[in-house]
């Protein structure tokens, strides 16, 4: 079965600040790859995705992450924080179920602080 | 931008009762999932519907869970006989026919069992 692992429960960075979560997956086959962001009190918005093809994704608020196949990690990026980044972040795998659809696994997630 | 509806946000009940949990997916989708996250735990999948049926569905969702999509536009999950660990935030989600896309997630039914 497929899991998903972020490490870091919990991220403090200063605003300005470069940012990496990490996350890391167990599957058999070529997976489909997300990061979800979900602040207080709302739900779970698609930053990126990886369904195949460059390895390197651009997302939305300047987020990214890359696809490294030989880590099976994921690692969402951001070169320089704002204070309206402050949420969790969930790494998300895709398991395919037939045709185009598919069953995401997630991690635990990881709580983002940004210190003014 | 279309985005999925679920209502009500908070819903109370007390153990035993049936609840029903709606979402509006977005129009032109025809994918339809429920996810559920216990306080402090992962986001964890429900069901999967598809073409008026269900598609797969995890151990969680036992004979007291149902969906239904009982017209054009709504799909609903039901707990008949609700215990005091369904208490969770409910996600929708739904998501296109077609070339490989990602899942849009409503904001989230917020569910106490008292």
């Known amino acids: 079965a497929q899991s998903v692992t972020q490490p870091d429960i919990h991220i403090t960075v200063s605003e300005g600040a470069s940012l990496e979560l990490r996350c890391n997956y167990s599957?058999?086959?070529?997976?489909?790859l997300f990061w979800y962001v979900q602040s207080p009190g709302q739900g779970l918005q698609l930053l990126l995705k990886?369904?195949?093809?460059?390895?390197l994704v651009q997302g939305i608020k300047g987020f990214e992450a890359e696809f490294k196949r030989s880590q099976s990690s994921f690692n969402l990026r951001k070169p320089s924080v704002h204070w309206s980044d402050a949420a969790e972040y969930f790494c998300?795998?895709?398991?395919?179920?037939?045709?185009?659809?598919?069953?995401?696994?997630f991690g635990k997630g990881t709580l983002l602080t940004v210190n003014p | 931008e279309p985005e999925v509806t679920q209502t009500p946000s908070h819903q109370v009940t007390q153990m035993g009762q049936e609840v029903i949990l709606r979402c509006v997916p977005i129009?032109?989708?025809?994918?339809f999932y429920w996810y559920r996250q216990i306080l402090g735990q992962k986001v964890e999948f429900l069901v999967s519907?598809?073409?008026?049926?269900?598609?797969?569905k995890s151990e969680i969702f036992d004979d007291q869970f149902s969906v239904e999509r009982p017209d054009g536009s709504n799909f609903t999950l039901k707990i008949r006989s609700t215990k005091l660990e369904d208490s969770a935030m409910y996600f929708c989600?739904?998501?296109?026919?077609?070339?490989?896309?990602?899942?849009?997630f409503g904001n989230g039914t917020r569910l106490t069992v008292t």
């Open positions: 129009s032109n989708h025809l994918y």
């Open positions: 990886y369904f195949s093809g460059d390895t």
């Open positions: 989600a739904s998501m296109r026919q077609g070339e490989l896309s990602p899942l849009h």
């Open positions: 599957y058999g086959a070529t997976p489909y």
């Open positions: 519907f598809y073409n008026n049926e269900i598609s797969e």
């Open positions: 998300a795998v895709g398991e395919g179920s037939g045709g185009s659809n598919y069953k995401l696994t």
